[in-house]
């Protein structure tokens, strides 16, 4: 008989079990209650939404449709406020009512606020700028608040806390970290890995680490103005998050008479204890006296419940979990598993340290098994270790080989000695006889394991191992995902190859690369643009242009639109025009009744709506040179009024986003690359947040910001370098572009390119030229440059018969709708 | 696929010349819209002009020697089939040659 199952909590945990019981076919109605208003989303992943690395949509493991097709109903943004166990009911805040047969109970953890004074304001629940890190709504909010200020503190040196950290680097300039114990870490890590953490997170991160931090009192009346320590200490600041621990949310369970000492009480079935009917999973239930705050312990609990529940295995038991951790802490691998400190007199302790190098390793060993390991810097042999603290395997003789590898290839665990339900990915808990399955039924290369069973799919520390063990299921045949490293599609080639190649056989136009490059010759419709920028790149006016191997845009200079018209945005540098420039433009509108005349993001003005055929025409009547709104190229240097006018500018903003759109206008580009110039850190014309950004400082300065983003991606830019004049800004510029040039992938813009290859290694290359190269790249811009040429010239003769003809059918297109 | 013929005897489009290569022009035939392209290789594919995703205009979009791939959204359609590869609906497949220079369109 098919059972009515409740869950309360839709988390990591009330989603996780849920998906099980499915995947055992359990025969139940399941309704499930949650108070945060989404489906299920990955937490651990809030961190990499905070440090930018990750968008909304990308950290939703099950959207509404799920919900709905698994027949699952989901009372999303309801929270349960009380259970009674006697008449099987739960009540809700909506004032519902509703039964149930078997009740599962995974509410969480909630974010844990140390006695402070001042940190609640009572209308608001925190006080304006305090967050906590837990959920969705907090991140955003985060985000939303730190990107107007400049100054963060963030209360606990644990994992969330230097996750947090680290995350709001991307917002503000300042981040302060503040930890009440002595050294970061304390509970993974023994004193003098948590300071070689330290040093890795000051020295290399530039995050300020404060220990021995009791924070008092945060300070302010209607928003933070900082935060006082127990000393005294005073640390301004506009931000505050506090990551200073988690409690179990078990409060509306014990007022519901259910027994709950430090979590809800579970005995080996996940069952509540003393009930039949009840369960509890996730960090809100205590199995044997432990509570756990991390996923890999509830995806077992999970499998436990689902096969009990079910009936597919009454008997299954869940015997607890012995945690171990591998992360990567703000860009420094850490890895720690059971003690950070020796118990007996008889426990071995074997220690490594370099602290030069930020590497530090300790092993504790008991009766030749490992009891326990922290490892800093250093992560090369954290998966073997975690075998055998797992396994209690006795271990070599050799301790020396257990950190280092001697002889032998520097390898990992090897698949072959794996066991096959050894966990891989603990984000997903996927083990090595699932990746090994999802091989043997057919998917052979790592993208489509990884997309079929989810492996490497949450904080992406397993990659490695997963490919490994791809590698080896499929008889050591490493079938690579082909395309995943080629700059195109249908070229078999990373982009520094290609270049080479490119190069070593002189090809010049894209069909040449295909008929070279290409097994077989192939052409592929879909790598002729990334191939046309990037020749055009290489050889500049040497480049044999190939029309049809341009995007429609680039054959007729015009962004299309979804009704097949195109726009047309004539060039204004630095957004500066003249009313008689003014006057042609309108002028030009209204003779070929334009539908729509619009200002662009980037101050431009946009005649939409025009017909392919007409562009030629309304190019010669407007008289101006064509303003890229519609290439992978340079587009527009947005600036402010600057000194000229305004009464805070302290350099010329507009003069000097002229001189750069001037020079660089037209240069092509892997992406569309947006600049702007700022006349004071007032930031009118939004530099912070363009692929290059300008601001003037005080003293004649001028600071260069890049990989900013406010498009699909929100992105602060990071500061390149600081300079004295204008010429040098240009000069850098060109010289920034250009490395972009050579070095992204195709369609990868600065945003994402500046943080993959490092601001300080971009910083080493184009501002000190550590690599020597800075005069290649000036004068391989330099070329481009003079190889310019506006496009819009080529109304008077088109460049192949019938370039300007319509191509729109006679049906009706879904029609734009004008404006009046 | 879908072959239809425009009419009993083959019409004269124009000129080969007038289609570069590697590209697409559009023809108006007896009331249809027909995308023509001229393949690198040197041979011609006649498919009906409107994207049957949104309406958008084929002959605009960027071939190779088998598929078309649409200006709008990116989706691609065999020129050969008329079938799509990402799965819409497929588009019309047009007879088409090159005789003495001129494109002749049907059988
Ligand atoms: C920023 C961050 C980073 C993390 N990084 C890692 C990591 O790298 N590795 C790792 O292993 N773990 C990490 N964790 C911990 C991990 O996210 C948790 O262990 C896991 O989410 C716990 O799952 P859960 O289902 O028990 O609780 P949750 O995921 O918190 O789910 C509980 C849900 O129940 C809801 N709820 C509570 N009470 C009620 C009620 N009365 N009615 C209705 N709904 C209710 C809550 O709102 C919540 O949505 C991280 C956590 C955070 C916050
Ligand atoms: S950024 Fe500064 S100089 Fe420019 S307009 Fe704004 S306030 Fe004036
Ligand atoms: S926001 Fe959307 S609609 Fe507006 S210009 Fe960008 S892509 Fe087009
Ligand atoms: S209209 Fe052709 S792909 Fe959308």
């Given at each position: ?5 409740v ?9 996780r ?16 209650f ?24 990308g ?7 799920w ?94 806390g ?8 991307n917002h ?11 050294h ?18 000051e ?9 021995n ?31 200073a ?17 430090r ?6 079935q ?62 420094i ?61 006795a ?24 066991a096959d ?19 043997s ?31 080896w ?9 082909p ?26 136009s ?5 008929d ?30 190939e ?45 070929y009744?334009?539908?729509m ?19 030629p025409?309304?190019?010669a ?29 302290v ?15 037209g ?43 406010a ?60 690599d ?45 709708p004008?404006?009046? | ?43 011609l594919r ?27 959204h990116?989706?691609?359609w ?30």
């Amino acid at each position: 008989m098919t059972q009515r199952l409740v869950v309360i909590g839709n988390g990591m945990a009330g989603a996780r079990t849920v998906e099980e019981i499915l995947a055992r076919n359990g025969d139940f109605t399941v309704t499930m209650f949650g108070d945060e208003p989404y489906g299920n989303y990955n937490r651990i992943m809030l961190s990499n939404l905070l440090a930018g690395v990750e968008t909304e949509e990308g950290i939703f493991l099950n959207d509404l449709a799920w919900y709905s097709e698994n027949g699952i109903t989901l009372n999303a943004g309801v929270k349960v406020e009380r259970i009674d166990a006697k008449k099987k009911l739960v009540h809700d805040s909506n004032g519902v009512a509703t039964p149930y047969d078997k009740l599962i109970i995974a509410t969480g953890s909630y974010s844990w606020t140390p006695p402070m004074k001042n940190v609640h304001n009572p209308k608001r629940g925190y006080h304006q700028g305090v967050f906590a890190f837990r959920t969705l709504d907090d991140t955003r909010g985060m985000i939303r608040y730190a990107r107007d200020h400049e100054r963060a503190v963030v209360i606990g040196g644990g994992l969330l806390g230097l996750e947090a950290a680290r995350g709001l680097q991307n917002h503000v300039s300042q981040v302060t970290l503040l930890h009440a114990m002595g050294h970061l870490m304390e509970r993974q890590l023994d004193p003098k890995a948590g300071q070689m953490l330290q040093a890795s997170v000051e020295g290399k991160l530039g995050i300020k680490v404060i220990t021995n931090a009791m924070t008092t009192e945060i300070l302010g009346k209607d928003r933070v103005t900082g935060v006082k320590l127990a000393d005294g200490t005073v640390i301004e600041c506009d931000v505050v998050v506090i990551a200073a621990g988690i409690r179990p949310n078990t409060e509306m369970v014990a007022n519901s008479g259910l027994p709950v000492e430090r979590g809800i009480v579970v005995d080996d079935q996940m069952r509540v204890q003393g009930e039949q009917d009840i369960y509890s999973v996730g960090e809100c239930a205590q199995h044997r006296g432990n509570l756990y705050g991390l996923v890999a312990p509830l995806w077992d609990q999970a499998k436990v419940l689902a096969d009990h529940i079910t009936g597919r295995n009454p008997d299954a038991a869940y015997h607890g979990s012995k945690l171990s951790t591998k992360l990567k802490v703000a860009g420094i691998d850490v890895a720690s598993m059971g003690l950070i400190a020796p118990e007996t007199d008889d426990d071995e302790v074997v220690v490594y340290n370099e602290p030069k190098k930020g590497v530090y390793k300790q092993l504790i060993i008991r009766d030749d098994v490992l009891v326990g390991a922290v490892l800093v810097g250093d992560n090369s042999k954290a998966a073997s270790l975690i075998q055998a603290f797992d396994r209690g395997t006795a271990l070599p003789e050799e301790r020396a080989g257990l950190i280092f590898d001697i002889g032998g290839p520097a390898g990992e665990v090897s698949p072959a000695e794996m066991a096959d339900d050894a966990q891989v990915c603990n984000c997903n808990g996927v083990s090595k006889g699932a990746i090994c399955g999802a091989v043997s039924s057919g998917c052979k290369t790592v993208s489509g394991v990884m997309d079929k069973t989810r492996a490497g799919k949450g904080c992406g520390t397993c990659k490695p191992l997963v490919q490994r063990i791809v590698e080896w299921a499929n008889g050591g045949a490493v079938e690579e995902d082909p395309a995943a490293s080629w700059y195109v599609p249908g070229v078999p080639m990373p982009k520094p190859e290609l270049m080479a190649a490119i190069r070593q056989y002189e090809l010049k136009s894209v069909s040449a690369v295909f008929d070279k490059l290409v097994p077989g010759g192939q052409h592929d419709a879909k790598s002729k643009m990334g191939l046309a920028s990037l020749l055009k790149m290489m050889w500049a006016d040497q480049y044999e242009d190939e029309r049809d191997a341009r995007f429609i845009n680039d054959r007729v200079h015009g962004n299309i639109q979804k009704d097949g018209t195109f726009s047309v945005v004539p060039q204004m540098k630095g957004g500066v025009t003249t009313p008689a420039e003014l006057k042609r433009i309108a002028e030009v509108a209204e003779k070929y009744r334009v539908p729509m005349v619009k200002l662009t993001g980037g101050q431009r003005i946009d005649l939409l709506g025009v017909p392919k055929e007409q562009l030629p025409a309304m190019w010669a009547d407007l008289d101006m040179p064509s303003g890229y709104a519609y290439a992978k190229s340079f587009r527009t240097v947005k600036t402010c009024v600057g000194s000229d006018f305004c009464r805070f500018g302290v350099g010329d903003s507009t003069a000097l986003g002229i001189a750069i759109e001037e020079r660089y206008q037209g240069l092509e580009g892997p992406g569309k690359m947006k600049l702007a110039v700022t006349g004071c850190p007032r930031n009118c014309a939004e530099a912070y947040v363009k692929d290059l950004g300008v601001v003037a400082i005080d003293g004649g300065k001028w600071e260069i910001y890049v990989g900013g983003a406010a498009g699909a991606h929100i992105r602060k830019g990071d500061l390149l370098t600081t300079v004295d004049s204008a010429e040098e800004v240009i000069k850098l510029t060109g010289r920034f572009l250009q490395y972009y040039r050579e070095n992204a992938n195709w369609l990868e813009r600065t945003y994402a390119f500046v943080p993959r290859i490092g601001i300080d290694r971009i910083r080493e290359i184009v501002v000190e030229d550590s690599d020597g190269i800075a005069e290649a790249l000036d004068a391989a811009v330099e070329e481009a440059v003079q190889a310019y040429k506006d496009p819009w010239k080529e109304r008077a003769e088109p460049v192949t018969p019938g370039q300007f003809r319509t191509s729109l059918p006679l049906t009706v297109l879904p029609q734009v709708p004008v404006r009046a | 696929m879908t072959i239809t013929t425009a009419s009993s005897t083959p019409t004269v489009l124009g000129p080969v010349a007038d289609i570069p290569l590697g590209e697409g022009r559009t023809y108006a035939v007896d009331g249809d819209m027909i995308a023509v392209f001229r393949l690198r290789d040197g041979s011609l594919r006649a498919v009906s002009a409107v994207c049957p995703h949104k309406g958008g205009p084929l002959a605009d979009g960027q071939i190779d020697n088998s598929i078309v791939v649409c200006p709008l959204h990116l989706f691609a359609w065999d020129l050969a089939t008329g079938c799509s590869q990402s799965g819409q609906a497929p588009i019309d497949v047009y007879p088409v040659r090159e005789d003495d220079g001129q494109i002749l369109l049907g059988e």
